[in-house]
C-alpha cells in the first residue's frame, strides 16, 4: 500500500473501479458509442454525476475575495457484478466571491452567485 500524500493534491483521476478494477463506466461506456456514431465530442466530459461545491462558510466568508470550488465527476462501474459508484475525477479551483446576481428592477450584467453545497 503506498502511502498517501500529507496534503490532497488536485487534479484526482480514477481510471478505473476502486473495488473490483474494472475500467468500464457505465456513462464512459455510452459516451463512447455515442463518440463513434458522431453524436457526442470526445473532448467533453460526462459523468453520472457532476458536482460543484464550493467550500466556504457564509457568516466567515465577508472580506474573503475566494474561495476553494472543487468540480467532481462520479460515475458507476459497468460490472455488472459490482456496479460501485466512484469519483473519476476532481479538480481544485479558486472561486471568485466578489460577483453577485444584480436582482434590481433594472437588472444588470447576470454574475453567478456562489453555490454552497453539502460537504
Ligand atoms: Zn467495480
Known sequence: MTEEPKKLEFPIWHDKCPVCGSTRRVIGEVKAEEVAAGK????????????????????????????????AHIDACANPECGVLYLVHARREEQDLSVSLDLSPKGGKPTMQPFFGRG
Open 40 to 71: 457526442f465530442r470526445p473532448e467533453v466530459n460526462s459523468a453520472l454525476g457532476q458536482f460543484a461545491v464550493t467550500v466556504a462558510d457564509p457568516i466567515k466568508m465577508v472580506g474573503n475575495l475566494t474561495a476553494p470550488l472543487i468540480v
